[in-house]
């Protein structure tokens, strides 16, 4: 966990890293192992409904259609679907199950629940998270998307999702 190993994307090799073995084995059973990519792909909108459903947002259906689409015939087969806790959002501030090849880390992976009235807790924290806390793109330290919705008082039934400053605090 922490080491970095490189997976062809595009044609090209880039930099992943390996952020946990037998991730979420009590869902999985043992032998996932859940790699992260180290820098930022794109600076894409989470979802352009207005509602902070995972599940059906544009960012979940890029990530496992075209973004998944860049990988070699290989690496595509064994990207298994993952079962992973999740907030729906768009209201529903159950936490629940939700399987996927290629996800986003949600706030609690990442070590960034700061308060459980606002902000679900979905799996545990990840080794590494202090690595993944600051994304970048090429130079530049980026705000990054998490998969956690807002779940208090209005946030609950609108577009507000978590999401990491550039700086590595959260909103």
């Known amino acids: 966990e922490g080491d970095i190993i490189q997976l062809n994307e595009g044609g090209v090799p880039v930099d992943f890293y390996v952020a946990k073995h037998n991730y979420e084995s009590a869902l999985n059973g043992a032998g996932k192992t859940l790699v992260v990519r180290k820098d930022a792909y794109n600076q894409m909108k989470w979802n352009s409904t207005g509602v902070n459903a995972y599940a059906t947002s544009d960012i979940d259906k890029f990530l496992n259609s075209n ?79 998490l998969r956690t919705p807002r779940i208090d008082g209005d946030f609950a039934n609108s577009d507000v999702v978590i999401y990491i400053f550039y700086s590595g605090n959260t909103m």
Request: hydrophobic share 35%; with cysteine.
């Open 67 to 145: 973004y998944k689409a860049l990988f070699d015939s290989k690496t595509q087969e064994s990207m298994d679907t993952t079962k992973f806790y999740y907030t729906p959002g768009a209201g529903n501030t159950n936490v629940e199950i939700l399987e996927r090849s290629i996800f986003c880390l949600s706030a609690k992976e990442i070590n960034k629940v700061v308060n459980t009235n606002t902000t679900p807790v979905e799996g545990s924290v990840l080794p590494i998270a202090s690595k993944l806390s600051i994304a970048y793109f090429g130079a530049d330290a980026v705000s990054q998307w």
